[in-house]
């Protein structure tokens, strides 16, 4: 089985967010940039399918040089394999086409992103990348199970889940419960030395036209002082929250 | 002739209204709003398709002109690709250039594919009105509804994912008159084994008031109060990401970054400090409540009202007052 995990190069959620050129670029001076947690679960899992099932391993990302430092991670953490898709993330059809490419050429099965990045949010790589490659899709994946060809895939739904069976070649929207958090690896020296030696490879981009654009940033106007209210004095809490906020 | 047909024919802003069993979700009538708010900047007509619904003519209350109707057995449990072949058939035959749907997890597993299929550029968390129709440009949430995104979609049709309870519902009323559809239903590589949903509860994607809770309530055993109160409200039970970790409460009801993302109306935290990567998933919520020993809590700065106090001591206090509250309304 060749497992290709998409690797999304993200703000550190502690991170201060502010921009740049009159608010048309994120800041990332001083800003860590770490592998986005949707796709290091999905990364994780598929360490235990290199373990166990002897599956390849090669994470991918869309992104300039100033990614790499996130594929070495990830290597670190036990893939075997990196490519770098040598163009900027612009949006998220731009970047499916990109990965449909890396998916098409390297006649990978098992295909595992993230159900969203923690910047953008977008939600739209994966569920793009099985339309652009026709492969089957399942997303806000919690479970992964492999048997030859067959897929069993327990799906988060609003108020449930859903088990679903699917066959390879297979996208999976990955998220925490497709491993938990106890389960993520911290690289440890032997990996992270292992990691210099494992080939990291940077592909050129094909073209893409440009379906949307950003235009610019706002932050949010700063929040009002809480409101506190004594804890004697709840009739006060009820009569603000049906009064004055009119939420109950 | 077809060709001149096709000029002359006005071109609607289509929806996609979701239902569970035959009964339209609140979030299908919000998308209707959207849509009409659309049309209206367009001057042009909205066409909803439903599929497998019992009344149609509900979306008429929120501006809806047109319904499509679909039934078919074939669609009875989601399938994102079914489902976005048939609204993809729908926008053909409708020649729709705006597509609006909503930020469920059914609506955001289908859009990426409706979106390739439709050579679509989709933006997805949008929050309000286009600020502009040419070029159509939408104000969306990003980085975790840390900043709002200007983006503009360039392409011929457009695809708006609108984020949920962030535009609300407007009464509109319109007539709509009702069509029956069917399109052609793709083969499907994906099937549905079995669905576990608890039906009694209000799921945290479809609640307009939250109560969620953390480790300061010191053990699972304690929750029948944080049952009790949500229960009172009709809300939804959540929880911190700590306390699914520790297997206190199911990881369907971890709220946050990693977790489910939450757009209530109301959310109420009791015992939970606020880590960052928590107040990252709740905050597109509009009120924000928060009761919690230590005043040094950081979610008292994100809050809109808060107590300090002792959960067990102010919760029981408070259902009892809602209850009395709930009484006289």
């Known amino acids: 089985m060749k497992i290709l995990v998409c690797i999304s190069h993200v703000p550190d959620t502690t991170s201060k967010i502010n921009f740049t050129d009159g608010g048309s670029k994120f800041d990332t001076n001083g800003v860590q940039f770490v592998i986005n947690p949707n796709d290091e679960f999905g990364l994780t899992r598929s360490m235990w399918f290199k373990e166990k099932q002897g599956a390849s391993v090669t994470v991918v990302n869309v992104g300039g040089p100033e990614t790499e430092p996130t594929l070495r991670k990830a290597l670190a953490i036990g893939a075997d394999a990196a490519i770098r898709v040598n163009t900027e993330a612009i949006d998220g059809f731009a970047v499916s086409k990109q990965l449909a490419k890396v998916i098409r050429d390297g ?88 990691a210099r030696q494992k080939p990291l490879t940077v592909v050129d981009s094909v073209e893409t036209p440009t379906e949307t654009s950003s235009i610019k940033f706002e932050k949010p106007q700063p929040k009002g002082a809480v409101t506190l209210v004594d804890p004697d004095n709840l009739d006060e809490l009820i009569n603000l929250l049906h009064n004055e906020a009119k939420v109950i | 002739m077809l060709e001149i047909l096709n000029i002359n024919k006005i071109m609607s802003v289509l929806v996609y209204t979701e239902s569970e069993n035959g009964k339209f ?53 989601f399938n994102a690709k079914a489902y976005s072949s048939a609204i993809q058939q729908a926008v053909e035959k409708e020649n729709a250039k705006v597509v609006i749907i909503s930020s469920s997890a059914d609506s955001k597993y289908l859009a990426p594919i409706l979106a390739i299929g439709l050579n679509a550029g989709y933006a997805s968390n949008v929050i309000e009105a286009p600020s502009n129709t040419n070029p159509f440009t939408v104000k969306r949430t990003a980085f975790t509804n840390k900043a709002f995104n200007n983006t503009t979609i360039n392409t011929d049709i457009k695809l708006v994912g609108v984020s949920n309870n962030s535009f609300g519902l407007i009464e509109n009323s319109s007539a709509a008159s009702t069509e029956g559809f069917s399109p052609s239903i793709p083969e499907i590589g994906v099937h549905v084994d079995s669905v576990d949903k608890a039906s009694d509860k209000v799921s945290i994607a479809d609640a307009e008031i939250v109560v969620s809770a953390g480790r300061g309530l010191k053990g699972p055993e304690n929750w029948g109060m944080i049952e009790e109160l949500a229960s009172v409200l009709g809300a939804a039970t959540a929880c911190s990401k700590p306390v699914s970790d520790l297997g206190w409460r199911p990881h369907g009801e971890h709220v946050g970054q990693t977790g489910k993302p939450v757009a209530s109306n109301l959310y109420i935290a009791i015992g939970i400090s606020g880590a960052i990567q928590h107040l990252a998933g709740i905050n597109a919520s509009k009120v924000k409540v928060v009761i919690n020993t230590d005043p040094e809590a950081p979610f008292f700065k994100a809050a809109d009202y808060g107590v300090v106090g002792d959960a067990f001591e102010v919760v029981p206090n408070l259902i009892e007052k809602l209850k009395a509250f709930k009484a006289q309304q």
Not at chain 1, 117 to 130: E, K, L, W
Not at chain 1, 155 to 171: A, C, F, H, Q
Not at chain 2, 37 to 51: D, E, F, R
């Open chain 1, 107 to 194: 006649g990978f099965d098992l295909i595992i992103a993230g159900r969203e990045s923690i910047d953008y949010n977008g939600g739209m790589v994966p569920g793009m990348i099985a339309e652009l490659t026709n492969a089957n899709f399942v997303n806000n994946c919690i479970s992964l199970e492999i048997d030859g060809t067959n897929a069993t895939v327990i799906r988060e739904i609003d108020g449930g889940k859903e088990t679903v069976t699917t066959t390879l070649p297979l996208v999976v929207g990955g998220q925490k419960g497709i491993v938990q958090e106890s389960d993520l690896r911290i690289p440890n020296m032997r990996g992270i030395m292992m």
């Open chain 2, 25 to 77: 979700k609140k979030t299908a009538f919000e998308v209707v709003s959207y849509a009409k708010a659309v049309a209206n900047q367009l001057g042009t007509t909205v066409t909803a398709i439903s599929i497998n619904t019992n009344d149609a003519s509900e979306l008429g209350n929120y501006g809806a002109d047109k319904v499509l109707n679909v039934n078919s057995s074939q669609l009875e449990t």
